[in-house]
């Protein structure tokens, strides 16, 4: 069973940056990673995902803001966030794509002033 494990989320202001990791027990190779996010209220939607080639894709309201990465041997995803907007408010997830692994805790990442 992989377990996933999520850190790095916080408050921070508009504007602000953050740079999530997640940590994955078994192997990431070969697997395509990405990042969701869970607003109050709403459906989880996916944020970013990447290849096993390093190819990424992003939810448009992110796009030039975030940017997703992985370290294959470390078996590690990272999701640097940078000018963070209140919207951005969620709690964050890391899973394969499509996911097929049951979900981790979470971080949550709140953008206040």
């Known amino acids: 069973q992989v377990q996933l494990v999520e850190s790095g989320g916080g408050l921070v202001q508009p504007g602000g940056s953050l740079r999530l990791s997640c940590t994955v027990s078994?192997?990431?190779?070969?697997?395509?990673m990405a990042w969701y996010r869970q607003a109050p209220g709403k459906q989880r939607e996916l944020v970013a995902r990447?290849?096993?080639?390093?190819?990424?894709n992003y939810l448009d309201s992110v796009k030039g803001r975030f940017t997703i990465s992985r370290h294959n041997v470390n078996g590690a995803v990272y999701l640097q966030m940078d000018s963070l907007k209140p919207e951005d408010t969620a709690v964050y997830y890391c899973?394969?794509?499509?996911?097929?692994?049951?979900w981790g805790q979470g971080t949550q990442v709140t953008v206040s002033s």
């Open positions: 899973n394969d794509y499509p996911t097929s692994w049951s």
């Open positions: 990447i290849t096993t080639g390093g190819n990424t």
């Open positions: 078994g192997t990431i190779f070969g697997i395509y």
